[in-house]
């Protein structure tokens, strides 16, 4: 098995550090091993992108495959990360094992510093690859830590992604539909802001998702996915 973390891909002015998640298991050669993990990190970090929020995939790949899965997935941050920004500053990580966990909770609850998640690494024979000041290395490195069984909570989030030429426009969902789905996949949450009438499953930021719903349940979010209206998906999902 091989652990892979990447963080800090995004920017203001677009792109998703999820969206990478689907373009490393198209281009990768391997099965996922467990669905992929979105990690959230402490919100508080000044020198965040948007959210703080890292990404994890475990393909079921041989450790010797590491050095080219890490060549691939450093390609792929390089078409599409948005590396003019200078709060972007992506970091990689290929470990054969899961990373301490202390790193992820340390990164939940406080601050860890670059030279931290560089000792983790090396303590634990992972490879790392980062971008300009590398920063987004800790992100990476507590995304490649996290596990389920060690965590006292998580649910699942299925994202849907825009065809590449509607990228930066004005997203069309239709409403009454997120309505009926919320009232139809009652471990869903989060779908829609009715005070202020905003659709919450839509981010307000130019990156490549059209749509992303949260829940209890994956087998009622893949049905939920299906009830939304609005423009095709396209990119994957």
């Known amino acids: 098995m091989l652990h892979i973390g990447i963080d800090d891909t995004d920017g203001q002015s677009g792109m998703c550090t999820t969206y990478l998640v689907n373009r490393v298991l198209e281009r990768a050669g391997y099965p996922p091993a467990e669905l992929p993990r979105l990690i959230r990190l402490n919100p508080n970090i000044p020198w965040r992108t948007r959210g703080n929020g890292a990404v994890s995939i475990i393909l079921d790949a041989p450790e010797t495959c590491a050095p080219q899965v890490m060549d691939m997935v450093a390609d792929l941050v390089r078409e599409t990360a948005v590396l003019e920004e200078e709060n972007t500053n992506p970091g990689i990580v290929v470990s054969p094992v899961p990373l301490s966990i202390e790193v992820y909770w340390k990164a939940v609850r406080g601050l860890v510093t670059l030279d931290e998640a560089r000792e983790t690494m090396r303590d634990w024979g992972a490879e790392a690859k980062g971008f300009k000041n590398c920063r987004g290395l800790i992100g990476a490195a ?96």
């Open 142 to 237: 507590a995304a490649a830590a996290w596990h389920p069984d060690l965590v006292e909570d998580a649910t699942y989030e299925v994202i849907a992604y825009r065809a590449k030429e509607r990228w930066g426009t004005p997203r069309d969902i239709d409403v009454e539909s997120v309505r009926a789905m919320s009232v139809q996949c009652p471990g869903t949450f989060n779908n829609i802001d009715e005070k202020n009438r905003h659709i919450a499953i839509t981010p307000g930021t130019p990156c490549p998702i059209l749509f992303g719903i949260r829940g209890d349940d994956p087998d009622e979010l893949m049905r939920a996915k299906d009830m939304i209206a609005g423009e095709d998906i396209g990119g994957g999902r």
